[in-house]
């Protein structure tokens, strides 16, 4: 099993920036991919940004320029900087990593962002 704990989730104004961080502990090895997944009030949740274990990354258009995906494979954390937010952005953010030779698939438990003046 692999579990996988978010924090740096908070109210910030628009234009302002936040740093989540997902630290993944537990049979760590084989991911191949980390990322981020948001899902707002009555929609579906929906990719942010990923990365894999070779630094390839992966954005949402609604997030390109503004977020940036980096990765320390040495501590299995994965952080998103999220920059220039709008009320948009506004959702639960969830860390995923992915065992791809294996078919898994891991959940964070969630850390709320709201954009809000």
């Known amino acids: 099993q692999v579990q996988l704990v978010e924090s740096g989730g908070g109210l910030v104004q628009p234009g302002g920036s936040l740093r989540l961080s997902c630290a993944a502990s537990g049979r760590t090895f084989g991911i191949s991919a980390m990322g981020w997944y948001r899902q707002a009030p009555g929609k579906q949740r929906t990719l942010v940004a990923s990365?894999?274990?070779?630094?390839?990354?992966n954005f949402a258009e609604s997030v390109k320029g503004r977020f940036t995906i980096s990765r320390d494979n040495a501590k299995n954390t994965v952080y998103l900087q999220m920059n220039s937010l709008e009320p948009e952005d506004t959702a639960v953010y969830y860390c995923?990593?992915?065992?791809?030779?294996?078919?898994?698939?891991?959940w964070g438990q969630g850390t709320q962002v709201t954009v809000s003046s």
């Open positions: 990365i894999t274990s070779t630094g390839s990354t």
């Open positions: 995923n990593a992915q065992k791809w030779r294996l078919g898994y698939e891991y």
